[in-house]
C-alpha cells in the first residue's frame, strides 16, 4: 500500500509539473491565435487600444460598425470592442478591462444595445475567457453561477481546457471565417435567406429585463460620462420581417431612451431605418453583412459628426 | 455522480483512503462503509432514487432467507412462491418507472377514441434501475435452484447491489462471483490496483477522447438527417457503432478497473466485440454479463438450444426481443432485438452459432483475407442494427435508411477527426486482443510507460468534448 501511495503521488506530482508546462503552451498558442476573438483582448489588455471612438456591444455590435468606415468619415480613430453572445453585464466588463489598460480615455463610446441586452446574462460564450483567468479583474467577473468556471479552472493546470473544446474553436476552427481583424472588425458574408420559416429559437424571443443589469448599465452610463467620454447608445438595424417576432421591443426601446436621458448619453434607434428593409445588407435577420455594416457604419458616422465636433 | 467528473476525482481517493485506513478493522466495518459510499455516490444523482434501490436489496435479501427457510422445511411450494414474488414484484417496478408510459401511449396508438392523458405518469427513470434490479433478481434465483447459500448478512448483500463503480451501468454482476468477496476480508493487492488504474485511464480515454467526439458529428448528424449524403449518413452510423461500444466498454473499464483499487474483482463485460467473425460471436463478445444472464435465467429455463427447431426460434426471438426491450421502452429497441435474432436465427438452426470460441488470430499477427471480410461484414450487420437503436422512432430509422440507400451514398463524405482516434483504439485493441483488458500489459521501460500515460491523460484533457453522461445510463 505505501508503496502504491508512493508511486501515486510521484505520478501526480510529474503530472502536476508537466500539465503546468503544457498549460502554459496551450495558453500561449491560444493567445497568438489570429481569430477576431482573441486579437481583440490581446489588443486591449497589451494596451494597443487608444482610439478616439471605442464600441462596445455583442455579436451585432462585432458585425455592424466598420472602423475603417468610421475613420474616414469622422476623422477619429476607432476600435471595435464587440463581443460574440454577450450581453451589458459583459460588455461592462470589457469596459473595465480596456479602461484599465488604455493610455487614455476614448471621446465617443458607441454601445450597440439590442432586445437581449439587458437581460439575464447565462455564460454564453464563456470559453473565450479560458486563457485568461488568471487575470483577476476578468475571473472577478466570471466568479458566479451562471458562468461556466470554477476554482478548479484557475488553480489546476490545465483544468480549465478539460471539456472545453469550444476554446480551440474559437482560436483554430472560426479563425478561418474571422481572422486578422482590422481594428476588431471582420464582418459577415452572405446575403439573407428570406424563404426561411424558422427565424429565431423560441427563447431567443424573450426578455425579462435583468433590474441589477439595468443598474450597473446606467451607473456605467454615468461613469462613463463624467470620465469625459460621450456615450451614444445604438439600437442597429433588423431585418424588418424579424422585429414584429421580438417580444417587448417597445418596452425595451423605451427603457434604452429613459437610460439615455438620465445619463446624458444620446439613443440613436435604427429599427424603422430604410437599411431595414434592404435584404441585400443582411447575412440573416439580426446581423448585417459587410456591405449592411458599411452603409450602416457610414450613416450612423455622419449622424455622429455634430457631436465629435464638440468632442 | 458520473466517473468523468471533478466530484468523482474527489469521490474517489477520498473513498480509496478511508476504505483502507480507517475501515479495514473489520470486513463488516467495511462492506458498511461501501454502502455509504456507494449510496452517496448515487445519491449525488437523486437522492429520491436511493429509497427504490434500499427496497429492491432488502426484498431481495429477506426472499432469499425466506426461500432458504422454506426449502430447509421441504416447502419447495412457499419456496417457489417466495421465489416468483420477489421477481414480480422487482420488475413491477422497473416496469412501472421504465414501462408504464409506453404500453399506455402503445394502448391510446391502437385504441385512439380511448385515450386520457390524465393516466399516464410523470416520473423519472432511476439511473440504473435495470441493472441493479437485475443484480438482485440474480441472487434469489441463484438461491432458489441451490447455486449460493442466502447470506444472513445485509450489510454485505447492500454492498453487493449497491457497489458504486458497477452500480450505474454494470458489468451485472452475479452473487455466485461478487458477494462471496464482500464476505471475506480484502487485501490490498498492489498489482491489481496497479493494473485497475491502468484499466481506468484506458476507459476513460475510449469515453472521453472517442465516445464523446463521435458522439458530437453523430449528433449534428441525426438531428438533420434529410440535410446529409448517404455517404455522410453512412459515416455517422460507422462513428456511433463506435461511440456506443468506447461509451459502455470504457464505463466498464472503469468500473472493473475501479474495483480493483479495492480488491474486487468484477467480471469482463466486454471482449473485443467488432473482431468478431459472425453474429454469434459477436453476441458472446458483448455486453457479456447481461447476454450471460439472459441466457441463464431466460434462455436456458425456456429450453435454450437443446428443443425443437420451433421453440428454438420461439426461445431466440425471446431472447433477443426481451433483451431489446431491456434497453428502453420504445419501439425501436423492440425492432433492433428483432433484427438481431432474425441474424441470429440462421446461426443457431444450422449449429453454426458456435463456430468461433476462440480470439481471432490469436497465433498470428493479423487475420486472413476471409477473416477480414469477415469482421467488416459482422461489422455492418451491426452498424446497420445501431441505426434502429439510436433513432427516436422508427420512422426516423426509415429515414435513415432511405437516406442511405440512395445516389448520394456514392459522394465524398463528411469526415470526422474521430477517425484517428477509432484508429488508435483499435490498433491498441488488436494488439491486446489476447488479453484480459487492453493495457494489461505494459512496456517494461519505465520511460516509455510514464510517456503512454501522460499522452493518454493529456489526449482525455485536451480532446475532451462537453458530452458528460454514459449512454446505457439511460438504461
Known sequence: MRLFLKKTIFYFTIWLAFSTIVDFFVTRTIRGSSSRAIRVWEDVLNSKINEDIIILGSSRACDHYNPAVFDSITGFTSYNLGQHGKKIDMDILRYNIFKKYAKHQPKIIIWDVHGQSICFSDGWYDGIFTPYLYKKEIWSHLDSP????????????????????????????????????????????????????????????????????????????LKMRNDGSFVVLVYSPLYYKGVPLLIGTNEIVSTY??????????????????????????????????????????????????????? | MIFNSPEFLLFLPIVFLLYWFVFKKSVKLQNFF????????????????????????????????????????????????????????????????????????????????????????????????????????????????????????????????????????????????????????RTFDYAAAVDGCRQMLWGFFKKMVVADNCAVFVDQVWDDIPSFSGSTLLVAAILFSFQIYCDFSGYSDIAIGCAKLFGIKLKRNFNNPYFSRDIAEFWRRWHISLTTWFRDYIYIPLGGSRTTKAKIVRNTFIIFLVSGFWHG?????????????????????????????????????????????????????????????RSDDITQALQFFKGIFNKSIISIPMISKCFIFIAIMLIVEWINRNNEHEFQKQSRYRVVRYVIYYTIMLSIVLLSTQQETFIYFQF
Open chain 1, 257 to 311: 431612451q429613459r437610460i439615455a436621458n438620465e445619463s446624458g448619453s444620446i439613443f440613436i434607434n435604427y429599427l424603422q431605418d430604410s437599411i431595414c428593409k434592404n435584404e441585400q445588407y443582411f447575412t440573416q435577420y439580426v446581423h448585417l453583412n459587410k456591405e449592411g455594416a458599411n452603409v450602416f457604419s457610414h450613416n450612423l458616422a455622419k449622424r455622429l459628426i455634430p457631436y465629435i465636433n464638440q468632442q
Open chain 2, 329 to 389: 421502452a420504445n419501439w425501436t429497441f423492440i425492432i433492433w432485438g428483432a433484427f438481431h435474432a432474425l441474424l441470429f436465427l440462421p446461426l443457431i438452426l444450422l449449429g453454426k452459432n458456435r463456430k468461433y470460441t476462440d480470439n481471432i488470430a490469436s497465433n498470428r499477427s493479423f487475420p486472413t483475407f476471409k477473416e477480414l471480410l469477415q469482421i467488416l461484414l459482422t461489422f455492418l450487420l451491426a452498424t446497420f442494427g445501431w441505426i434502429i437503436f
Open chain 2, 34 to 185: 461501501v454502502v455509504v459510499a456507494s449510496y452517496f455516490f448515487y445519491g449525488w444523482w437523486d437522492w429520491r432514487f436511493l429509497f427504490l434501490i434500499a427496497i429492491t436489496s432488502f426484498c431481495s435479501w429477506a426472499s432469499g432467507l425466506l426461500i432458504e427457510k422454506y426449502r430447509a422445511s421441504q416447502n419447495t411450494r412457499k419456496a417457489k412462491v417466495v421465489n416468483i414474488s420477489n421477481i414480480v414484484l422487482n420488475l413491477l417496478i422497473l416496469g412501472v418507472f421504465k414501462y408504464y408510459n409506453f404500453f399506455v401511449e402503445t394502448f391510446f396508438d391502437i385504441f385512439p377514441t380511448l385515450r386520457n392523458d390524465h393516466i399516464l405518469i410523470s416520473v423519472i427513470l432511476p439511473v440504473g434501475i435495470s441493472f441493479y434490479t437485475f443484480q438482485a433478481l440474480s441472487y434469489t434465483i441463484d438461491v432458489y435452484r441451490g447455486k449460493i447459500e442466502p447470506t444472513k448478512d445485509i450489510i454485505a448483500f447492500f454492498a453487493f447491489v449497491s457497489f458504486f463503480p458497477q452500480l450505474v451501468a454494470g458489468p451485472i454482476e452475479r452473487a455466485t462471483n461478487l458477494l462471496p468477496q464482500f464476505q471475506q476480508k
Open chain 1, 146 to 221: 451562471q458562468h461556466d468556471f470554477n476554482i478548479f479552472d484557475r488553480i489546476i493546470p490545465l483544468y480549465r481546457y478539460w471539456k472545453k473544446p469550444y476554446i480551440f474553436n474559437y482560436a483554430f476552427k472560426n479563425a478561418r471565417n474571422d481572422a486578422n481583424p482590422y481594428k476588431g472588425y471582420v464582418g459577415e458574408g452572405g446575403i439573407i435567406d428570406t424563404t426561411a420559416t424558422k427565424l429565431f429559437e423560441a427563447n431567443d424571443l424573450k426578455c425579462t429585463i435583468d433590474s441589477s443589469i439595468l443598474a450597473s448599465f446606467k451607473n456605467t452610463l
